[in-house]
T-cell receptor
């Protein structure tokens, strides 16, 4: 069975700080990897996804993630966060079946 | 931009009552899903629906749950006799040609918060 682990439940940063949110997954086969974001009061929306090819994936709003197969990781990064990045971030994985989410990381960016 | 819409946004019900949560997926999408998130826990898969039938369901999706696409636009989740532990945020999602198992992007609604007293 596939599973996803997100390392941090809450992260607090000041504006312009760099961000890295950890995500590790377990699955024996080929995976598709996703980061979703949920802004306060809004729906889950896709930040970026990895299917194959270049392991460094760029998404919306300056986010990127790197798939490291040997570490079963798909960490999310942003060089300089903004107050508007305050949200909950979910890592998710799908093999050939359902999408499995991590518990989420609540990011609070202070101005 | 097309979006998935869900109603109601919040429903409070008594234990044992039936609840129907409604969703209008994006119009040309083929795959439909329900997920839920109990407060403080993971977003969990409940069921996927394709070609007018359930394509996959989780252990959570027992006989108390059912889904229906009654009129080609709405996609409903019914909980027959609610329990306290059904209190959660329920998310509807849809995807286009590719289902979630093939890496298709899921588009989520804003969720329906169910509170069972």
């Amino acid at each position: 069975a596939q599973s996803v682990s997100q390392h941090n439940h809450h992260v607090i940063l000041s504006e312009a700080a760099s961000l890295e949110l950890g995500c590790n997954y377990s699955y024996g086969g080929t995976v598709n990897l996703f980061w979703y974001v949920q802004y306060p009061g809004q729906h889950l929306q896709l930040l970026l996804k990895y299917f194959s090819g270049d392991p460094l994936v760029k998404g919306i709003k300056g986010f990127e993630a790197e798939f490291i197969k040997s570490k079963f990781s798909f960490n999310l990064r942003k060089p300089s966060v903004q107050w508007s990045d305050t949200a909950e971030y979910f890592c998710a994985v799908s093999g050939y079946s359902t999408l499995t989410f991590g518990k989420g990381t609540m990011l609070l960016v202070s101005p | 931009e097309p979006e998935v819409t869900q109603t109601p946004s919040h429903q409070v019900t008594q234990m044992g009552q039936e609840v129907i949560l409604r969703c209008v997926p994006i119009s040309n999408h083929l795959y439909f899903y329900w997920y839920r998130q109990i407060l403080g826990q993971k977003v969990e898969f409940l069921v996927s629906f394709y070609n007018n039938e359930i394509s996959e369901k989780s252990e959570i999706f027992d006989d108390q749950f059912s889904v229906e696409r009654p009129d080609g636009s709405n996609f409903t989740l019914k909980i027959r006799s609610t329990k306290l532990e059904d209190s959660a945020m329920y998310f509807c999602a849809s995807s286009g040609i590719l289902g979630q198992g093939l890496g298709g992007e899921l588009f989520f609604g804003e969720g329906s918060r169910l509170t069972v007293l």
